[in-house]
């Protein structure tokens, strides 16, 4: 039998037809960062004034993938801020606060994403949304939390966004002063604004 050579016009027309199918590229790469010293703000509302607990101590890492060198997935998150890091204008505020957080016992605020998604805002913006374990005060619940995610000229990634709930939700108990008669409201918000590097 007659071995038939397709000549290179030919392979070409059955490649622009779709006879033959081309193997796709996959330009997709990962890549870990890591954050640190990163802008940490809890703020809350009390029967006396508003109030803030701000850290310079937050960090973590992340695993982003990328194609033709544009934010595509988040493949994995790990954030934490030391408990006792938390620091106000008022001593008093910031013992009661840390003894509302147990944070003898439990040091660290934690939040574990096994992985995430990205969505394109602009050219180097991105809104990131990722699903994990939020732990507080040694009470871990499942939550979801969205930022806004901006690559950098020097391709670090700079991640912003904050997150409402009730202290109750972890088993926190709201704290109070002036034996008992400035309380806290139960809803607090967390802010973070975390630069990831490679």
């Known amino acids: 039998m007659k071995k038939i050579i397709a000549k290179p016009a030919a392979l070409f027309f059955l490649l622009a037809s779709g006879l033959i199918a081309a193997k796709p ?25 508003d109030w803030t607990e701000k850290s310079d101590k937050g960090g973590g890492e992340a695993t982003f993938s990328f194609n033709n060198d ?34 003898e016992n439990n040091p660290n605020i934690t939040f574990v994403a096994g992985s995430g998604s990205v969505t394109p805002i602009d050219a180097n913006t991105y809104s990131i949304k990722a699903s994990g374990r939020l732990t507080i005060a040694g009470n871990t619940r499942e939550t979801e939390v969205i930022a806004t995610g901006k690559v950098n000229a020097d391709k670090s990634i700079s991640v912003s966004g904050s997150k409402k709930f009730k202290m109750t939700e972890y088993g926190v108990k709201p704290p109070t002063a002036m034996f008992g008669t400035i309380k806290t409201g139960d809803e607090i918000t967390i802010s973070y604004n975390l630069k990831f590097s490679r």
């Not at 997709?28 to 004034?49: D, E």
């Not at 994995?76 to 509302?100: I, W």
């Open 70 to 103: 544009k934010l595509a997935d988040l493949a994995a998150l790990t954030f934490s801020v030391p408990a006792k890091s938390l620091k106000s204008e008022h001593n008093m505020m910031d013992n009661n606060t840390h003894k509302a957080l147990n944070a």
């Open 25 to 49: 590229t996959d330009d997709t790469i990962q890549a870990k960062f890591r954050a640190q010293n990163g802008s940490v703000q809890v703020a809350g509302t009390s029967s006396l004034h």
